[in-house]
């Protein structure tokens, strides 16, 4: 591609991503002169973070579109064309469990669940029995594809498994379970499985890409709530007693967290770039593996695959980079003031707004859009797709803190969540069902679970009576089941918009 041609395309995806992080800077000024009062003192380098996160975010979609969804779809097309379905399983296991293990997000969830609960919770097992879940949803997922099973059968199958579970899980767990369904799709993860999904669905004959090629993500979200519940279930047998007694582990845990998020230095960024080296080394392994062993075929276009695979590194790297200069320390440290303030809708505002800002510019979410698009001819608008996805965080997310401060059960917002998903899907039109199903995994990634889960833990911690255990968790569960049921309410609208316009 001539340069003059690649400068305009990267200058097109700069301006979007400028647009996608709008939505954030108003949210934050607008709680910054509201609540806080001041101009922050450090307000060059947020300003500086945030122009190095949407250049990171041009990077990525860059890259995507250059290397990880050309190879993801090649090497879906080429285990069709094999016709090994031992291979492709395993395929699908070891790239499902390789992308999770070394997951950043859950290694911080896993590692905040072994503080507070004395080490009961072991953050290395956690982290196996979610990536072992992980790679059976994306083994399960691929063989629904091969066998042409509509969707919603599994899913809702696996929602009935999760709400009995649920009655025999100890408290302590279920949050952590829910959570867990929500941080195991990376950025990275995310776009590659979309397109192995698609890849495969467009190889075999009687399947469509849009109704058949989506849905690996909503396994990945799913699983992990059935695996994590069981392991809880096995260590509280064996180590009944509470772990209420941990309350100020806690709080020096998010203390940390928060304290880490704010002093940032630039000796960092060689850190985070190895960090994300690390993170996608395991996915790389497992695919150039997979292609030269048993594929046994070179990489088509060898040379702009590599180009894309370096841009969504580069692109990844000063997205996060951006996010510890600019977002972080202003974000968390206004979820944290609003926790110690007495006006709780001012908690559900933020709560709602930082849901709904975060959300448009989550670059998981962003791949899985054009992704749809593209494959539904048009029918699906990319952008009012991730509107109605940051709807439905937004108010997932706000619900979710109402929960934390009437102190409910979390498992009871949870159920009634899942029979509303379950009711929708019987109207819901065929080719928005996966989409829908698959929008509530990537709505949980780089930019929105550590607001969230800061969120979530201050309440937990501020509010008399709270345990930061039981009810600090789940706010990420919330934001990852709402989205389902905002997706496919667009889904019935469009449909009936559509009809009503055939009519006339």
């Known amino acids: 591609m001539p340069v003059g041609e690649s400068a305009k395309l990267f200058l097109g995806d700069l301006k979007n991503a400028f647009k996608d992080l709008l939505p954030i800077v108003a949210v934050v000024a607008l709680f910054q002169a509201a609540v806080v009062r001041a101009v922050p003192e450090n307000l060059v380098p947020i300003l500086v973070g945030l122009f190095i996160v949407a250049v990171g975010l041009a990077l990525f979609i860059r890259g995507l579109e250059l290397g990880i969804f050309p190879i993801g779809e090649n090497l879906a097309t080429d285990f069709a064309r094999k016709g090994s379905l031992f291979w492709l399983l395993l395929f699908a296991f070891t790239i499902g469990f390789s992308t999770t293990v070394a997951e950043p997000a859950l290694i911080a969830i896993a590692e905040k669940a072994a503080a507070i609960s004395d080490g009961k919770i072991d953050a290395f097992f956690l982290r196996m029995t979610v990536a072992a ?5 994306i083994t399960l997922g691929v063989f629904r594809i091969l066998t042409g099973h509509p969707i919603q059968y599994y899913i809702i199958a696996g929602y009935v498994l999760v709400v009995a579970i649920t009655f025999f899980a100890p408290p302590e767990i279920v949050g952590l379970a829910y959570d867990s369904g929500g941080v195991t799709t990376s950025t990275v993860t995310v776009p590659l499985v979309a397109a192995l999904g698609i890849g495969l669905a467009s190889s075999i004959k009687g399947r469509n890409p849009t109704i058949d090629g989506f849905g690996l993500i909503a396994f990945a979200s799913l699983t992990p709530m059935i695996f994590v519940q069981l392991y809880g279930i096995a260590v509280y047998a064996f180590s009944p007693e509470s772990a209420h007694e941990s309350l100020m582990v806690m709080e020096e845990a998010v203390k940390e967290t928060v304290e880490a998020h704010q002093r940032f230095a630039w000796s960092d960024i060689v850190w985070d770039l190895l960090a994300v080296v690390k993170d996608v080394a395991p996915i790389l392994a497992v695919i150039f593996l997979f292609q030269y062993l048993v594929i046994k075929k070179p990489v088509a276009h060898l040379r702009r695959v590599a180009v894309g695979i370096v ?25 944290f003031q609003l926790t110690t303030m007495g006006s709780v809708w001012l908690i559900y505002l933020f709560a709602f707004l930082i849901g709904f800002s975060t959300t448009m510019a989550e670059p998981s979410l962003l791949a899985i859009a054009i992704k749809a698009k593209e494959v539904s001819d048009g029918r699906i608008d990319d952008f009012v797709l991730r509107v109605a996805v940051a709807i439905g965080v937004a108010i997932g997310i ?5 929960r934390i401060v009437a102190g409910d059960a979390l498992h009871t917002y949870i159920i009634v969540g899942y029979l509303v998903v379950i009711a929708l899907t019987w109207f819901a039109p065929r080719y928005i069902i996966p989409i829908a199903y698959d929008s509530g995994g990537v709505t949980t990634s780089t930019v929105t679970v550590p607001l969230v889960a800061a969120l ?28 389902m049921i905002t997706v496919m309410g667009y889904g019935i609208y469009a449909q009936h918009f559509a009809r009503k316009e055939a009519r006339r």
């Open 133 to 137: 879940s992980v790679g059976f949803a």
């Open 311 to 335: 841009l969504v590194i580069l692109g990844l790297y000063a997205f996060i980079v951006g996010l510890e200069m600019g977002l972080f320390p202003i974000g968390e440290t206004i979820a």
């Open 398 to 402: 706000a619900l979710g803190a109402y």
């Open 456 to 483: 979530g833990l201050g309440l937990a911690q501020n509010i008399p009576g709270r345990d930061p255990l039981v009810d600090g968790f789940g706010l990420i569960a919330f934001a990852s089941l709402f989205p």
